[in-house]
């Protein structure tokens, strides 16, 4: 044996040396030939397999559409609609609690008395759709009606107060001169008693 | 009309036609190395082959979705190894339920002899086996390693890429496996000549 040594010890380069000439195995002349009349043989997954995943990807994506487009069976309205001021006007109904009435009470009343209604979009088409109850305090409204009135009577100026320019400089105004603080010495009584000195 | 359609077809190179070209060159390159690999779990050469073909079918399936093919070795390697583990159980279910018969005895003689007039192996038949049962008796990460060091004369570095692992882990495994090779040996060296 030549990798093993006499006295018996197997070193690294012997041992390694003996597992490769264990391995150098060469594989018959055919095989090289029978890998690829097998491989040959194999059907194509890649192409099967690439249009599988296009369908899939396909179908998905119109699942997603149609859930996306599916009418939802409520209409919302519309912002941009206009609505005609005689609906406005009954949108909101001003509280006027019973002057008398203990306060849970009156807060019950006010629930019950002004209840927001949906304006519809259009005239002919109307929504009903069950909002809770909106208390709006009577002043609050007054003070909404009378805004809404000194617009429409250009009374009311909306102009925003123009911010100060960041380019221009601020003015610093000149500080007060400093006067000298003057303070007085200290004199120490009960110190000056004790030596007999009268302060 | 229909030549002309024919000479066009024959200039365009497809996509599918790439992948063959390229798959090609890596059986090429690759195919001794994964029958090397199925032949030291294995030990028989028809076995070897089957595996290490079936391997390469499997590895052509998936050959487009190989995202790096440059390490198509280092994946080929580990198919290889894992097929021929399977195989080998199987192997040793199949002769557990045949070990009373005689065919056994013969096979094994057989394979023997055709291992001895292929001159493949160049070490002593009894050498060889006390060896390769030491090396089976390994954990699956050591046989690995002195499997791959073994073959083709891969140096350390080339056993990291083909394992994917760092190059330390290698050395490590390697010195493990030679120990426990060195003493498994030694003791059967020393049981033989108590016999």
Redesign the interface.
């Known amino acids: 044996m030549d990798g093993h040594e006499r006295n018996g010890a197997l070193t690294d380069s012997s041992l390694d040396r003996e597992i490769a000439s264990m391995l150098a195995v060469e594989p018959s002349p055919e095989f090289l030939a029978r890998v690829r009349t097998r491989v040959a043989a194999d059907p194509e997954p890649s192409r099967w397999r690439a249009a599988w995943m296009v369908a899939t990807a396909g179908a998905v994506a119109m699942v997603i559409v149609a859930v996306m487009v599916w009418p939802s069976g409520e209409s919302v309205p519309s912002n941009d609609a206009t609505v005609p001021r005689t609906q406005v006007a009954g949108a909101v109904e001003p509280v006027t609690p019973p002057p008398s009435s203990p306060a849970p009470e009156r807060l019950r009343t006010q629930r019950t008395a002004a209840k927001v209604v949906a304006v519809a979009a259009s005239p002919d088409r109307g929504i009903d759709i069950d909002l809770p109850d909106v208390v709006i305090a009577e002043n609050e409204v007054r003070t909404f009606a009378s805004l809404v009135t000194s617009i429409r009577q250009s009374r009311f100026d909306v102009a925003v107060p123009a911010a100060p320019n960041p380019d221009t400089p601020l003015e610093i105004k000149e500080l007060p001169p400093v006067e000298p603080l003057e303070i007085e010495p200290i004199v120490r009584v009960a110190a000056l008693q004790a030596e007999g000195v009268r302060p | 009309m229909h030549e002309r359609a024919d000479r066009l077809a024959g200039s365009f190179v497809t996509v599918?036609d790439t992948?063959a070209r390229e798959?090609?060159t890596r059986?090429?390159e690759s195919?001794?190395l994964a029958?090397?690999v199925a032949?030291?779990v294995l030990r028989q050469?028809e076995d070897?082959?089957d595996v290490?073909?079936?391997a390469?079918?499997k590895a052509?399936?998936s050959?487009?979705q190989l995202r790096d093919r440059e390490r198509f070795r280092a994946w080929l390697v580990r198919l290889t190894w894992r097929m021929a583990l399977d195989r080998q159980r199987a192997n040793r279910r199949r002769l557990a339920r045949e070990v009373a018969s005689d065919q056994i005895v013969e096979a094994g003689i057989q394979t023997r002899l055709q291992s001895e007039s292929t001159g493949?192996?160049?070490?002593?038949r009894e050498?060889?086996e006390q060896?390769?049962q030491a090396?089976d008796t390994l954990p699956d990460k050591l046989r690995l390693v002195?499997?791959l060091?073994?073959?083709e004369?891969h140096d350390i570095r080339e056993v990291a890429a083909l394992l994917d692992v760092p190059d330390g882990t290698v050395k490590s495994r390697l010195f493990l496996a030679?120990k426990q090779?060195?003493e498994r040996?030694?003791w059967m060296?020393t049981n033989e000549t108590a016999h």
């Open positions: 599918d992948l798959f090609e059986l090429v195919s001794t029958f090397r032949f030291s050469r070897a082959e290490a073909q079936e390469f079918a052509y399936r050959f487009q493949d192996v160049v070490v002593s050498r060889a060896l390769w090396i002195i499997v060091a073994g073959i004369g030679r090779l060195r040996l030694s060296a």
